[in-house]
């Protein structure tokens, strides 16, 4: 209401629950064009945690200082691997940006807070590029629909049943040779 006044609107930030890049997309389109920041908390703490008790496994000296938890290493931590250059898909990139030498400084739930920011990143990217949207303030709400009546009431987002249901229903009720004719389906 207040841009279409013509009046300033501040930027927003959406926080709760949001730990993966589906839920990004869809809080920075549900804010468009407003909506400047999402805030995580749990999601991007895990990481740190997991890192910290891998981090008081490996390296046991450093236990008490990361806050590291564990005996030893989880059976699904296990699988990926007993070195922190195999556990962690971000290590290399880490050890690029600060060196050999200072890798050794740096910690795994660091390292591990890392590698989720650039699989966030990689999954935003896959799906603005699926959305052929190809810098964040393209996406808009048109690129998200509601899944229920009430949040269509509530947001003005259209129901999923209704987006382009007018166009599905020309090509259905159309004559189906004319549509294979100019398209090239059979």
Not at 107 to 124: C, E, N, S, Y
Not at 136 to 153: A, M, Y
Request: aromatic residues 8%.
């Amino acid at each position: 209401m207040l841009a279409a006044r013509g009046e300033k609107v501040v930027d927003i930030a959406f926080a709760g629950g949001l730990a993966r890049e589906d839920h990004i997309f869809k809080a920075l389109a549900l804010g468009a064009p407003f909506t400047k920041l999402i805030c995580m908390g749990r999601g991007a703490m895990i990481p740190g945690f997991v890192g910290s008790n891998i981090e008081g496994v490996l390296r046991p000296e450093r236990r008490k200082e990361v806050n590291g938890n564990w005996d030893d290493l989880a059976p699904s931590v296990k699988e990926i691997g007993s070195t922190p250059e195999e556990i962690f898909a971000g290590y290399y990139d880490v050890q690029k940006r600060v060196g050999e030498e200072e890798m050794k400084n740096i910690p795994f739930g660091a390292i591990a807070m890392w590698t989720l920011a650039d699989k966030l990143a990689a999954g935003l990217q896959q799906l603005m590029a699926g959305a052929r949207k190809f810098s964040l303030p393209e996406i808009s709400r048109n690129d998200v629909f509601s899944g229920n009546r009430e949040t269509e009431k509530e947001t003005k987002i259209p129901f999923i049943t209704d987006v382009m249901d007018e166009s599905a229903k020309r090509i259905l009720n159309s004559d189906y040779k004319v549509y294979a004719k100019k398209t090239g389906t059979r």
